[in-house]
């Protein structure tokens, strides 16, 4: 049986309408004056850090800690604001996967493994009343490099297990490459679902355990682990 289940947050549990694209726009022009260069940037599947390192370095500016905290304080603000503004969507069949794991005779822990800073992902999932659903998670704030964040989250969730978890017992949802590549770091099984950032047949190339257009397309095999 599955004992821990990691979601990706944006284009696999819900759509933002790009309320995360535009605050991060917003703070490299209001904050840090600069916008050139931001069309290069590729959203799905990075790490926050890393999208805001490349973007200093566009610029030739300092990736300083205090630069990384001006930005994030910043995000916060705008993004909390984006959302109030924008028509949050969660994805197909995410509350009805969510319902089913809990229904469980053996629950598995439910947890995040995103790119997003924490206060980034508690925004995003308190707007749809999804934040309070998982109670642990690996995030950007825990290091920039995406298969590092899965090994924390990894962690974290094997503490609330309370025992050693085989790698057939972890679960990675998530809809792009990089959510695959980085489940396979961490030695989890993979479902890939094609409501974010990549087609099925991108997906299909990358071989995950289990593919599927949406969580509502349902199948036994995603929680028992066959």
């Not at 703070?27 to 290069?40: L, M, S």
């Not at 599947?45 to 910043?74: I, K, N």
């Not at 490099?145 to 989250?153: K, L, W």
């Not at 770091?185 to 974010?196: E, S, Y």
Request: charged content about 25%; some cysteine; aromatic content about 10%.
């Amino acid at each position: 049986m599955i004992r821990l289940v990691l979601f990706d947050i944006d284009g696999t549990l819900i759509r933002t309408g790009g309320a995360g694209v535009r605050a991060f726009a917003q703070v490299f022009a209001e904050v840090f004056h600069a916008t050139d260069h931001f069309e290069r940037l590729s959203f799905p599947g990075r790490t926050d850090y890393s999208l805001v390192r490349e973007f200093f370095s566009y610029h030739g500016m300092s990736p300083s800690a205090e630069h990384f905290a001006l930005f994030f304080r910043e995000y916060a603000v705008r993004l909390e604001m984006n959302l109030r503004q924008k028509e949050i969507t969660v994805c197909p069949g995410v509350r009805e996967f969510i319902g089913r794991a809990r229904a469980l005779a053996q629950t598995p822990v439910l947890g995040l493994l995103t790119g997003n800073v924490r206060i980034g992902a508690e925004l995003k999932l308190k707007r749809v009343g999804l934040w309070d659903s998982f109670v642990t998670g690996g995030f950007a704030d825990d290091h920039e490099e995406r298969d590092r964040i899965a090994a924390v989250a990894r962690e974290r969730g094997r503490a609330l297990v309370g025992m050693d978890l085989r790698d057939q017992e972890v679960l990675v949802v998530g809809d792009t490459p990089l959510d695959i590549r980085c489940a396979r770091a961490i030695g989890a099984r993979v479902l890939a679902v094609g409501t974010g950032g990549a087609s099925m047949e991108e997906l299909e190339q990358h071989r995950p355990d289990y593919l599927a257009r949406d969580l509502s397309v349902f199948d036994e095999r995603w929680l028992n682990g066959k």
